[in-house]
């Protein structure tokens, strides 16, 4: 087959919904894209441990302490599975890690934000993970299965971590003035870069469009962004916090709710490497890296002499 043929046989197998696997063909565009969105997702993952892992000795009870500790593992894990997903697609995890270090790629510019109260884990786990579960439900439908299978569980683990930073908000928001200020801060301050979570305006956006079109996506960043949008306000209504967005109100005819203008210039000011913790988290990224490489070695060198043993058997 010419790739002409090639490309009408793959995006005809991703029309029918059947999954594209490891040694299936595939378009170059289409694995480079997945790689760059995948091992994204998977940086996310493990530098988003950074600011919750910040408050695990500072939590204000033995409850928290254990709950907190249990969700961060969970995001270790979820960049695991994600890191495999890429590489079955050719790249190597050291290579990622490489691309995180040097700045090549990316993860959420979310993350970049200091964690500066106890309600910020809540407003992390509530709206964070909110905005996350809102993008990822859909990528259990991706095109690519190992990716799809990867963020079936990761999904159901997000859900819980949703729920539990809502708890949190809601014992502050129903505690004392302080502790319902407190809660009222962070929602002001978590609730913009949260709308910036899913990425640049339709209009703006380079690689929507296609990545929809492989059905690597199945919603646009400003379809996504409304649905969070119009997901939130009951549930800060009932929080009994003041909307963080003036422009906030229900539109009758759209069916949705108006909100005001995301501030571009900060998103990508922090995508960019300008934010408040950009270089703090590489810094502590890097410094993991280096100061596990011998537990790396070691369990290397335990697999070749496994495998050795299982030669000579």
Known sequence: ???VKKLEAFQAKIDAEIKIEPKDWMPDGYRKTLIRQISQHAHSEIVGMLPEGNWITRAPSLKRKMGLLAKVQDEAGHGLYLYSAAETLGTSRDEMFDQLHTGKAKYSS???YPTVSWAD???IGWL?????IMNQVMLTRAS????ARAMVRICKEESFHQRQGYEIMMVLAKGTPEQKQMAQDSLNRFWWPSLMMFGPSDAESKHSAQSMAWK???KSNDELRQAFVDASIAQIEYLGLELPDPELKWNEERGHYDFGAIDWNE???VVKGGGVCNKSRIKARKKAWAEGEWVREAAMAHAEKRAERAAKN
Do not use: T
């Not at 964070?128 to 996350?132: L, M, N, S």
């Not at 690519?144 to 990716?147: A, E, I, T």
């Open 144 to 147: 690519y299965g190992p990716y």
């Open 121 to 123: 884990i809540g407003a």
């Open 128 to 132: 964070v993970d909110g905005a996350a």
């Open 267 to 269: 998103f990508w000011k």
């Open 216 to 218: 690597i996506k199945r």
């Open 1 to 3: 087959m010419d790739d």
């Open 110 to 112: 979310i993350f970049n």
